[in-house]
């Protein structure tokens, strides 16, 4: 079984001045140990991989060389690989934001960061829009959106994505309060971004009777939200299988139950494209790939859509390829990834461990890829 790629990044001065009660850690750290304050990230960090303990065979982390992860991950047994180091010996933001660039050059399904408010801002400074995050609370104040209630909770949130549970993407907010200004008796406090964050994900979005999710409804939704974001003179490949017709049915495009079809600006242009004609249409225009699960099996590559060929999927970008599906039809996998076989082993190991997943109006979920 394909390894999950787990990014990890430990802030270890994190949470170091609250014992102390210096209403923060930012540049307060040696005054904080100075008063008997002990490291506190890495334990915090504990409780959240110890929830993933039970998956540790199907897990490789990369991270950071000694306390910003090397050590706990070495201590518990866990597969990682490192990527760097800090660069005066001791952490910091610098050493957070290049960490941060290195893990998303590896592409990580997922960054799991631990720290607190001054951590998320290093985070955020260097995250690209989009790279789904989540902080495990180990600082003094956690203002900002985008961690887990506990680290217990980050860790159950994890193994519920590796594992094949729904999980969505939601925005979170990164605020801080100046700490010297809290010292002195006032709070201020400053909004600096926003981190993609995964959340809990149920099996039930829209309702029409007896708390069923509605594939009609859900069609109508996605309908609006694409036709919400059409780009411009990009094109469109729509997949073929019922999910994708019938999106394409609430959109009042004529498309085909079992073949690929181009749509631009709102039009179909081609519609059941061989192989050799969908190269033509994407080779040197940019497009965007929509797919969904075929067959029992979950493949979403390489089972009655061929015509999305190696060099059509090179042509159009990994990074364009959207997978649409209800929330029911990922239910019926039972926690099963989805699957590529596209007949170049090399393109199916440059797959994500993690697909995005457009499963409502606004609503993305993350699901794994096996390949």
């Known amino acids: 079984m394909a390894r999950f790629h787990l990014g990890l990044i430990i802030n270890p001065l994190a949470g170091l001045g609250g014992p102390a009660?210096?209403?923060?850690?930012?540049?307060?750290?040696a005054q904080a140990i100075a008063l008997g304050s002990q490291p506190r990230a890495a334990l915090r960090t504990r409780v959240a991989l110890e929830c993933l303990l039970p998956l540790r065979e199907r897990v490789q982390f990369l991270t950071f060389a000694g306390d910003m992860g090397e050590d706990l991950l070495a201590d518990m047994c866990f597969d990682y690989?490192?990527?760097g180091h800090s660069a005066q010996g001791t952490s910091s933001a610098a050493d957070t934001r290049a960490a941060v660039e290195a893990l998303q050059q590896a592409g990580v399904a997922l960054i799991l960061f631990a720290g607190g408010d001054g951590t998320a801002r290093d985070v955020c400074a260097a995250a690209r829009d989009g790279q789904p995050v989540l902080g495990i609370p180990a600082g003094v104040k956690i203002q900002s959106g985008v961690y887990a209630i506990s680290p217990r909770a980050a860790g159950e949130l994890t193994a519920r994505l590796i594992e094949g549970g729904l999980v969505?993407?939601?925005s979170g907010e990164v605020r801080d309060i100046d700490e010297s200004a809290l010292r002195e008796g006032r709070v201020t406090a400053r909004w600096y971004g926003e981190l993609t964050v995964p959340q809990e994900g149920g099996y039930v979005q829209q309702v029409k009777q007896g708390g069923v999710e509605s594939e009609e409804l859900v069609l109508g939704d996605l309908a609006d939200w694409l036709q919400d974001s059409w780009e411009a003179d990009v094109r469109y490949i729509f997949g073929p299988g019922s999910t994708l017709h019938g999106l394409a049915q609430n959109l009042n495009l004529q498309t085909t139950l079992l073949g690929v079809d181009v749509i631009e600006n709102g039009q179909v242009?081609?519609?059941?494209?061989?192989?050799a004609q969908l190269f033509e249409l994407v080779a040197e225009h940019p497009a965007r790939l929509l797919v969904t699960a075929i067959g029992g099996q979950g493949h979403i590559i390489g089972r009655g859509n061929q015509q999305i060929s190696p060099r059509v999927l090179r042509a159009i970008g990994l990074e364009h390829l959207r997978v649409v599906a209800t929330k029911r039809k990922l239910g019926t996998l039972d926690g099963r990834p989805l699957l590529v076989d596209s007949g170049d082993v090399q393109l199916d190991d440059a797959f994500p461990d993690v697909v995005k997943v457009w499963a409502g109006y606004k609503e993305e979920l993350l699901y794994p890829v096996g390949k």
């Open 21 to 29: 009660g210096l209403k923060g850690s930012d540049g307060v750290a």
């Open 81 to 83: 690989r490192v990527l």
């Open 168 to 170: 969505r993407l939601s």
């Open 269 to 275: 242009i081609a519609r059941d494209v061989t192989e």
